[in-house]
């Protein structure tokens, strides 16, 4: 069985595989995500190697193997529902929910889990919008489109947030960007590096291309 801190790096390597929909992520995004050294994240995917969770590419990065893919998802899936549960049920703000459900999804059983699941009414999402993994490990692919790639004119729906951060949170729930939500694109000045946007009937406000590149966004209705 596969530590909580193995689990850790499997979840955080799989949610950056989705995010990025490529072959390997970098070991440098790697040990920022998850907060430590280089040579940490190197030296710990060396040893994930050597048990056959994820193969290491020298100076490339890491690909997850079948049997760590598995793993990954199962603990997105538990990190998911847990997210959703402490939202839905016990009413604990979405900005607050991250770090609480890091800590209760490595104790959680499979039977409890599934008990959850059906408890919530088997969700698609959790409360930032991201898709939560079924049972058998499958899982929708998130847009590719953020809210810095709109131009002037497009509507716009409210996917998911990329960003966990709490600052991050909160300031998206103060402006109502929140998935779901319906977002006019106003104006999108490039070179200023600033969009312009209004959120359904909310005043029109603008944020930086850097926060808008955290929020995915759909068109449509």
């Known amino acids: 069985m596969p530590t909580p801190t193995v689990e850790n790096y499997l979840k955080q390597i799989l949610m950056v595989t989705l995010e990025e929909n490529g072959p390997k992520v970098a070991m440098g995004k790697v040990s920022t995500d998850l907060g430590v050294t280089p040579g940490t994240a190197t030296s710990m995917a060396k040893n994930?190697?050597?048990?056959?969770?994820?193969?290491?590419?020298?100076?490339?990065?890491?690909?997850?193997?079948?049997?760590?893919?598995?793993?990954a998802m199962n603990m997105l899936r538990r990190h998911r529902l847990l997210e959703t549960f402490l939202v839905e049920t016990l009413g604990l703000d979405w900005s607050e929910i991250h770090e609480e459900a890091e800590e209760l999804e490595h104790a959680i059983s499979e039977k409890v889990l599934e008990k959850l699941d059906e408890f919530l009414g088997r969700p698609r999402y959790d409360p930032h919008g991201h898709p939560i993994p079924t049972r058998r490990g499958s899982i929708q692919r998130p847009s590719s489109q953020t809210l810095?790639?709109?131009s002037?004119?497009?509507?716009?729906?409210?996917?998911?947030?990329?960003?966990q951060e709490s600052d991050f949170l909160k300031f998206a729930r103060d402006k109502e960007l929140l998935p779901g939500k319906m977002v006019s694109i106003i104006g999108s000045?490039?070179?200023?590096?600033?969009?312009?946007?209004k959120v359904e009937e909310s005043e029109a406000f603008s944020m930086g291309f850097r926060s808008a590149e955290k929020i995915l966004v759909v068109t449509g209705n």
């Open 148 to 150: 810095q790639n709109c």
């Open 189 to 197: 000045e490039k070179l200023a590096d600033v969009i312009t946007l």
């Open 152 to 163: 002037a004119g497009m509507t716009v729906k409210v996917e998911s947030i990329l960003d």
């Open 48 to 71: 994930m190697e050597r048990d056959g969770w994820l193969t290491y590419y020298p100076r490339q990065g890491v690909s997850l193997t079948r049997k760590g893919r598995k793993v």
